[in-house]
């Protein structure tokens, strides 16, 4: 497969995390904290959630420059701490907010580096699914964000280095794969 790239985040500059907004439970009353943070090497999505108040969810996000709608991937590189995490995008569409999630889990403590393909991203909109979302694509994604949302009371620490939007020549479409 060959690969072109178009834009980078890079979680090791240390003024990234300055480009971040966090969104946690409280603005529906509940108590979870999260917020990006440099640790004078790279970027940390740390926190710590509550189901009190019906809380239980922690995120991040923040605006990117339009991509080319050749953008059909994206790489994110990660240590991890063992719980799952949604890689969110959202999109305006008609004036409409759309977002679209990929859950990925983490391994505690191991670097890892994971290939999401634009056409697997499901979209949602307060954690339920919607079936008639239009096709998620690379020129309409206006940001990128990270949401934990596992129902568990626990502290969690997603240590992020790159996030790479790509086009990758002759990768699997939902057309081409076999049922």
Same mark, same amino acid.
Not at 35 to 58: I, M, P, V
Not at 78 to 85: A, E, I, V
Not at 133 to 162: C, H, M, R, W, Y
């Given at each position: 497969?060959? /690969? ?11 003024? /990234? ?7 946690? @439970? *409280?603005?529906?009353?509940?108590? #979870?904290?999260?917020? =990006? ?10 926190? !710590? =959630? ?14 990117? &420059?339009? $991509?080319?709608? &050749?953008? %059909?991937?994206? &790489?994110?590189? +990660?240590?991890? @701490? ?11 569409? %008609? ?7 990929? @859950? +990925? ?14 056409? %697997? ?7 339920? =699914? ?7 694509? !690379? ?10 949302? %596992?129902?568990?009371? #626990?502290?969690?620490?997603?240590? $992020? !280095? ?5 086009? =990758?020549? *002759? ?9």
């Amino acid at each position: 497969m060959s /690969e072109q790239q178009f834009e980078i985040i890079d979680f090791t500059n240390p003024y /990234e995390y300055q480009r971040w907004s966090a969104v946690n @439970d *409280n603005v529906m009353g509940g108590i #979870s904290i999260g917020q =990006l943070y440099y640790d004078g090497k790279t970027c940390r999505f740390l926190g !710590a =959630l509550s189901l009190e108040n019906n809380g239980g969810f922690s995120s991040i996000k923040r605006y990117i &420059e339009s $991509l080319s709608k &050749e953008v %059909n991937t994206i &790489e994110f590189m +990660f240590t991890g @701490d063992g719980h799952t995490y949604q890689l969110r995008l959202t999109m305006w569409k %008609n004036g409409e907010r759309i977002q679209y999630k990929h @859950d +990925f889990t983490t391994i505690k403590g191991k670097q890892q580096t994971k290939t999401f393909h634009l056409h %697997n991203f499901q979209a949602v909109f307060r954690g339920q =699914l919607l079936s008639h979302a239009p096709d998620l694509v !690379a020129e309409d994604i206006k940001q990128v964000g990270f949401l934990i949302t %596992n129902k568990q009371t #626990s502290p969690f620490n997603l240590n $992020l !280095a790159q996030i790479q939007f790509k086009t =990758l020549k *002759n990768h699997p479409t939902p057309q081409s794969i076999p049922e």
